[in-house]
Each structure stands twice: as C-alpha cells, then as structure tokens.
C-alpha cells in the first residue's frame, strides 16, 4: 500500500541552523513522483520539487537540497543557514501516475518554527 | 503561465445555508481539477477529482457536491452546511493525472 510518513511533526531551530526535514515512503510501483510542497501561514501549499524515482541525483537550489534515496525510500529536504521566512508547514507526497490513481498520497506534515 | 484562482479568500457562514466555492484557471486547457480540505493543524484530504467538463469523482461521502460547468471553473457546493465543514478548501490543478498539482491560494471557512 501507498504510505508517505513525515515522523516529524514539529521542529524548532534557530535562525542560520541547518535543518533535514524526514520523509519515507512506500510504494509497489516502480514508476512514481516524489514531491516536496511548503504551507505558510498564509495557507497556500507552494510547489517546491517534484522527482521522479528513476533520478536519484541529489538537488540543490539555493539553501534547498534533496536528497533522494531508494534504497532507503526517503526523500529528505535540507534548509541550509535557516531564515525566519522558511517558517511553515512541510509536506511531502507520492504520485504514482502509472497506476490508474490520481491521488497524491500525502505525509501529515511537518511544522517548521526558525527562531530569531 | 498558469495561474489558479479561488474565491472568496474568507467565508463565515451560518449553520444550514448554502454554499459555492470557485475556483478558475488560466493559461492551461483540458486541466485535471482537485478540491481538497484541511482541517485546522491536520492534513489535506482530498474531496473531489475531475478530468474533463461535467467529470466528477467523489473521495468521500458526505454533505459537499462539486460541479465543473467550464474547462476551467470547478466548484465546491453544499445546499446545507454544517459545523464540520469549516476548514480551509483547496483547489488544485494538474497537466495530467499524477503529474504536479498547483494549488490556489484557498478559502477558509468558518460556519457557526
């Protein structure tokens, strides 16, 4: 079955701290879509990265880097020097297009507090 | 580019009124349309799917209906609402079934 978990549900940090946000997930299909989205107060979910599972090379854009590795299922996400804006909910989810599903299997989220 | 809209951004409504939500794209044809619900501090639930005009799909049973009239409007409905449909609603729109999904700036609603 399809399962996202973000065993994190709240992290605090201070301002210029790095910090690696957990994901894992569970799928049986071998074609499929990883995604990271950021919540802020605000409420919009912001589309950040999308990775398909036959690339596993490691992003970097800015101070965000991901890391994605099969052999363990995890997508992590690291905020590099952290800023009181990178303040939000993170949630990363699983697509499997290829299965005759449309859903995005979502993580519960993982509330991200960088103090001043 | 494509951008997705939604209004209105804030609703407060009375218990057993009725209720329509809208959401529009631009700058895409043919989009797969998603409305979602969170609940405060919780996650996103996904309420209703729709890949083409007059196509929906339900996620869920309950006191919501959604309508897609146009390529790009998509609607969230309700005749009655209840306390429990407070909450901040989500639409969302993808090229293709799996595919990236957009997100709009929601709407929260709070019936009491």
């Known amino acids: 079955a399809q399962k996202v978990t973000q065993a994190q549900t709240e992290i605090s940090v201070v301002e210029k701290e790095d910090v690696t946000l957990d994901c894992v997930y569970e799928t049986r299909d071998t074609t499929y879509y990883l995604f990271w989205y950021k919540q802020p107060p605000s409420g919009e979910l912001v589309f950040l990265i999308r990775?398909?599972?036959?690339?596993?090379q490691n992003e970097i854009s800015g101070r965000y880097s991901w890391n994605f590795q099969k052999s363990t299922s995890s997508f992590n996400f690291t905020i590099t020097a952290s800023q009181v804006v990178d303040s939000a909910v993170y949630f990363c989810a699983l697509s499997e297009p290829y299965s005759g599903t449309y859903k995005y299997i979502f993580g519960t989220g993982t509330r991200l507090k960088v103090l001043a | 580019s494509q951008t997705i809209h939604q209004w209105p951004a804030t609703l407060v409504q009375p218990v057993g009124s009725p209720l329509s939500l809208e959401c529009t794209v631009e700058?895409?044809?043919?989009?797969?349309l998603y409305w979602y619900r969170q609940a405060a501090g919780r996650g996103l639930q996904l309420l209703f799917y729709s890949v083409g005009i007059g196509q929906i799909s339900s996620e869920v049973p309950q006191n919501l209906s959604a309508s897609r009239p146009q390529d790009r409007q998509f609607i969230l409905s309700s005749k009655k609402l209840l306390l429990s449909d407070s909450g901040f609603y989500l639409c969302a729109w993808s090229r293709r079934q799996g595919e990236t999904q957009y997100f709009g700036p929601g709407t929260r609603l709070l019936v009491l």
């Open positions: 700058g895409t044809s043919n989009p797969n």
């Open positions: 990775r398909n599972s036959f690339d596993e």
